[in-house]
């Protein structure tokens, strides 16, 4: 492990830890060092370690890698404290810094000159700080120094001790792996219990006979760990148990961060090697017959309780094996929780309770992460409970406490490319199961032509959710995605289609502070000329932000009342109408 130092003109110094023999380079979000400039490239250049010396290769980008002022073709190397590479027009101090040794912060020296170096770097990084300051550079163009080891503390205590549980750990599974090679140990044909124990006993035996662990290492957490490595999800079996969290992403074995209360943040636990995240991606999809390999490196999937999984593997990710977890309370929500936690009022809880009931069509629209699963779940309470409900979704994550429930999933592909079942075949077998209500997890496709002729054919209060940030850009999503289902039908008629399908569009926002709201309740009202008519009943009114950077608002009535209301009221069913008044003026 090296760890890296840079600047550009416009920035502080910054430092980031390559864990592996190279530190990628260019605008790419996927670098380590991410430079920006329109002769930057995707992927720039690429720093070696390779043996104790440094090489820069360069990955042929529209900008040239110039080191001393000329052009690189392929690579250039070891580099020295005295090479400048200078990459586009960033100004950059990169200072290669060797990894401390276990004994004490002393660095370990890759040059014999290394301790000459150090007076060179000071100046070089001086040079780039008046560079910065007085915007007169020194030279023609901004550049990266790259400099030999120099002694300076990189790691703190923290990162030194997850460091050497990882060496450990990637030891220890080794020799755990040997142990049940030579005893033939039967994984395939063994309950995950005893497979469990079996291990447990295995990684014990091997702990009292290792010597070569330090004694400042903690064996019951890294047997612990291993254990959860071996059988489980490795690092991550703590993070979904932790009730905060509601969110996990796996950005490499290293690279773990997690959100809680709508904040991302980044934990310093970590997977042995990436072959370890594999390892835990294969035991995600295995139990739901899915699959992950070279040609099918993408996959969503499931976890027992109903988390929702994405996994994408090399070559398609280029850091390493990722995982994103979507985790799901293990308590189901209900309407209080969601007046509780400011998403909503009584009154909108009310109001969606009556369109639920009396069989609204309904769209749950949002962003990603704005909670339109989770509100769909507190939906589906409201629907009675002697009505047949057909729910179709990619990844069974929906979680909808009904009795009378049959649940669809899609499914992939098999390796021969064959026997692939989709949202739109299932949506369309939906209508011979005798279903009074169809919910679709989200529509993403043409799926979308057949939800909205379910609605229109007899299937009121149907229910389903799609992506978009308003009302209005919902409607323009249906149209799109109709179009996506292959018929060439003129834009009319597809609107005219979602203007009599769809009664109700509820849309979702997750706001910078990470707090959730429904911002918009809206009554689609049919067509004036070309145009879907929309009116909004209530809508959330930011007020700016508090001392604490916590969103400011209100839930505010329109004063417009749903013509659905109206024609209830005229039915004699009761509706009590005083929810629609907008607050009094003060």
Not at 153 to 181: P, Y
Not at 222 to 237: F, M, Q
Not at 543 to 567: R, W
Request: proline content about 4%; charged content about 25%.
């Amino acid at each position: 492990m090296f760890s890296v130092e840079y600047r550009t003109a416009k920035s502080e110094p910054k430092r980031v830890n390559c864990e592996i023999d190279t530190c990628s380079i260019g605008k790419g979000d996927d670098n380590l060092i991410v430079l920006r400039g329109w002769t930057v490239g995707k992927r720039h250049a690429t720093i070696h370690l390779r043996e104790g010396s440094f090489f820069v290769e360069d990955h042929g980008a529209m900008g040239a890698t110039e080191v001393n002022g000329k052009v690189i073709e392929k690579e250039y190397g070891p580099l020295t404290a005295e090479d400048v590479i200078r990459i586009g027009d960033n100004y950059v101090n990169l200072i290669v810094l060797a990894e401390p040794s276990a004994k004490d912060d002393a660095p370990v020296m890759q040059h014999a000159s290394a301790a000459s170096l150090g007076a060179t770097a000071v100046d070089a990084h001086a040079n780039a700080s008046t560079v910065g300051a007085t915007g007169s550079p020194h030279m023609a163009s901004p550049s990266v120094v790259v400099q030999a080891p120099i002694a300076i503390k990189v790691d703190s205590k923290t990162a030194e001790a997850t460091a050497k549980m990882n060496t450990a750990r990637r030891t220890l599974h080794g020799k755990l792996i040997s142990q049940m090679d030579l005893r033939r140990v039967d994984v395939r044909n063994m309950s995950e219990e005893s497979l469990r124990q079996s291990t447990q006993s295995l990684i014990a035996e091997i702990l009292n006979n290792d010597s070569s662990i330090s004694p400042d290492i903690d064996k019951a957490r890294l047997a612990k760990d291993l254990l959860n490595e071996v059988v489980g999800l490795g690092p991550l079996e703590d993070l979904l148990a932790d009730p905060s969290i509601s969110e996990i992403m796996v950005n490499r074995f290293d690279e773990i961060y997690v959100e809680r209360k709508g904040r991302l943040t980044k934990v310093d636990i970590a997977f042995s090697t990436d072959h370890a995240v594999l390892g835990a991606i294969e035991r995600i999809v295995a139990p739901i017959g899915r699959r992950i390999d070279e040609s099918s490196p993408m996959v969503d999937a499931r976890l027992k309780d109903g988390s929702r999984v994405n996994a994408v593997i090399p070559p398609l990710a280029l850091k390493g094996c990722n995982i994103t977890i979507r985790k799901f309370s293990k308590n189901k929500l209900i309407d209080q929780d969601m007046i509780n936690y400011g998403s909503a009022t009584k009154d909108m809880m009310r109001f969606l309770e009556i369109a639920v009931e009396q069989a609204a069509n309904i769209v749950i629209s949002g962003g990603t992460g704005s909670g339109k699963t989770t509100l769909l779940n507190v939906m589906s309470n409201y629907i009675p409970e002697d009505e047949r409900i057909v729910t179709v979704e990619d990844a069974a994550e929906l979680q909808l406490a009904k009795p009378h429930l049959i649940s669809l999933e899609s499914r992939p592909s098999n390796s021969e490319g064959k026997g692939a079942i989709t949202i739109r075949e299932l949506v369309k077998n939906c209508l011979r199961m005798r279903p009074d209500r169809i919910v679709v997890g989200e529509c993403r496709g043409g799926e979308a032509l057949d939800m909205l002729q379910a609605m229109n054919t007899g299937h009121d209060g149907s229910m389903t959710t799609a992506h978009a940030n308003t009302p209005r850009d919902c409607i323009a999503r249906l149209e799109v995605m109709t179009l996506m289902s292959g018929l060439e039908l003129p834009l009319r008629a597809i609107r005219e289609q979602i203007a009599s399908a769809v009664h109700m569009i509820v849309q979702q926002s997750r706001f910078p502070d990470g707090s959730r709201k429904i911002t918009h309740i809206t009554e689609v009202t049919g067509m004036e000329g070309d145009m879907v008519q929309l009116q909004d009943i209530f809508v959330f009114k930011q007020d700016g932000y508090d001392d604490e950077g916590k969103i400011k608002g209100k839930f505010l009535a329109t004063g417009n009342i749903p013509d659905f209301c109206q024609e209830l009221a005229a039915r004699g069913i009761p509706v009590d109408l005083s929810i629609f008044q907008p607050p009094k003026a003060i």
